[in-house]
């Protein structure tokens, strides 16, 4: 099953993958998370990817078509993947479709997740992430049981740098002119399913299961 999961910032994308990675047993591959974690370490990538992200625009084409270049060649994508936040521009797809059809591994399917822009700023401005494991909260649709720590480890919740009010009003016009037209590049493609990600999260998740087991829209 190699899934491709598109949509505008806080629409679930994180949400959903963590959820299918349990039920599929298949790997999340997060461009974001892959930055955050080169930030964190402070690599000379992460140095310069941080420039971009504080401000709420994309990190250089080459800069990320290379990380997911190198990562789709690791043994546990043999059995398929969930690409989070990637492709995310016109040059990335292409990039991707070249490197999947050089390692033989064609796409399934493109799930892409509509929500309108005002729930997208609420999503945004209440998810918290743990520190420890990574796991992702949102204080009012999804609060963990004691506020600020992680229900899995325990680990104390924080809120991500870009996930203030103006740079996620950035985020989502960056998406608008550089990341929806993806919409239109997979539905010409066939492979493209639209999913309302304005329902809740068990919802949004059972409509995920009932297209990966039948039909396109
Ligand atoms: P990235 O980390 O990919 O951020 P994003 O795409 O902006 O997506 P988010 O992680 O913000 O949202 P999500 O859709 O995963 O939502 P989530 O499930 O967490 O990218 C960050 C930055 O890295 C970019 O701005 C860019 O600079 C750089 N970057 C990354 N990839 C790149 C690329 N390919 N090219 C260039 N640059 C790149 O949900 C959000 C909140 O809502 C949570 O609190 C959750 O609990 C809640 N929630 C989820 N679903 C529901 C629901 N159905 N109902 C109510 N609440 C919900």
Redo the contacts with the bound molecule.
Sequence with gaps: MRIILL???????????KMMVEKFGIPQI????I??GAVKEGSPMGKE?KK??DG??????EV?VGIVRERLQNKDCASGFIL??????LP?ADALTEVLKELQLPLDRVLS?TVDNQ?LIE??S???TCRECGR???IK??PPKKPDFCDACGGSLFQ?D??KEETIRE?LT?YENQTAPLIAYYREAGILAVID?????P??QKEIDRLLGGGLD
Excluded at 30 to 33: A, I, L, N
Aim: glycine letters at 18%.
């Design positions: 949509g505008p910032p806080g629409c679930g994308k994180g949400t959903q993958a997060s461009t974001g998370d930055l955050r990817a971009y992200m709420g625009l994309l990190v250089p084409d990320v989070d936040g990637f492709p995310r521009t990335q997740l729930a999503r945004l209440g998810r918290r992702g909260y949102h649709f999804d991500r870009d996930d985020r960056v990600g304005m329902k809740k999260i919802e949004v």
